[in-house]
């Protein structure tokens, strides 16, 4: 072993430790102690491939199992010391098997390199995050299939610019994020095929001339198997930056819905009631009920798309294979994975919580003339019209019932056949919502069957 000065690890070629500074930049313990976990798991592999192998004894290797055992206790329960002294989750893992087993725990790093390692570990992470993502989204996708289905028929404004464009039904609204969800989910499983490969046995960049059997730890790991070229294993971090853009998506679609929840909620359209569960008060204002949880959603997509941007920025230019750059990875991810994790929890609660008020839905469906499209379809169809004639009657229609102040079933047919002769009582029935909504019967469309059988569909998915 070297002195207390230099560096436990690599001191023989040290005459003096690290400036203070030095430590501060270069230490990593703080963050990558989340990686605790990964780098037991992964060094009880590699020891175990290291003992078939013929490298280590059986002794050492029991040594290096139980001495890992004892560390992961030492986490669990909160008495393992770390140390910035010893840089990251890696070196602080192996000086305290050093202390309690001796000389084998010098044996573990035969044929490994901390680049290897390290690749290893955060991909193990990464890939436990994509599992979760898809059970978060699991989570939303079937609270939005309950208010879907709760609400199949039920009509609300369709938008489009935020202007009332034609009549849908809540089922339908709520179903279109199930789909946004149900790609996002896809992606995460897709990420996690493409990263499930080893990078143990890389070592530093080169690969090893001992006799290691990599498809033994890729398979100890959970791994389909070894990455195919060292120098790729130990320097892209495209797993995780797939990651990061798969959340960035994810983080998109759920705050266009936590920014819908927070419009909905207001006063002023009153289409859904949040729990106070998950809404917080004024301390000025005494009648204010707040969106907090919905405001944050829509906002913690800056974060991740942050970590997002960071991560792509900290590999750009880099040339293979190991850069330290890559340490700065972690934090990113870290931090993005927990964010995602703990939107995709909070919609959940709002949406398992929300109640969505029939009346005012039903209400805002008929304002703002949302059966023109319906009533220029009608003249197509019934009078034989050209569609570009039919929506300039329509105009016509639509500008009378503004100047009375009425909506359009509110029109007298008498008046009606002032732009149009052949318009008949006919038409009412295309004018109401509900009959708007039953007749968009497309695949896809909003017609309560419709959205039934999409509910179907996507309760036999998940
Ligand atoms: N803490 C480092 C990281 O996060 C571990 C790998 C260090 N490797 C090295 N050769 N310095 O990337």
Redo the contacts with the bound molecule.
Sequence with gaps: MTDGASNAMWGGRFATGPDAIMEAINA?IDF?KRLAAQDIRGSKAHSAMLAEAGILTAADRDAIHGGLDLIAAEIADGTFVYSAAL??I?MNIEARLRALIGDAAGRLHTAR???DQ?ATDLRLWVRDQCDAAVSGLEAVMQALLEQAEAGADWVMPGFTHLQTAQPVTWGHHMMAYVEMFGRDRSRFVDARKRMNENPLGAAALAGTSFPIDRHATAAALGFDGPMRNSLDAVSDRDFAMEFLAAASICAVHLSRLAEELVIWSSAQFRFVTMSDRFSTGSSIMPQKKNPDAAELIRAKIGRIAGANVALLMVMKGLPLA?G?D??ED?EQVFDAADTLMLSLAAMNGMLRDLTANRAPLEAAASSGFSTATDLADWLVRTLGLPFRDAHHVTGALVAMAEAQGVDLPELSLDAMQTVHPGITSAVFDVLGVHNSVASRTSFGGTAPDQVRSQIAWWKSQL
Excluded: G, P
């Design positions: 990593s990558d840089e990251d890696h390199s901390r680049n390290v190991y330290k890559m340490q972690k």
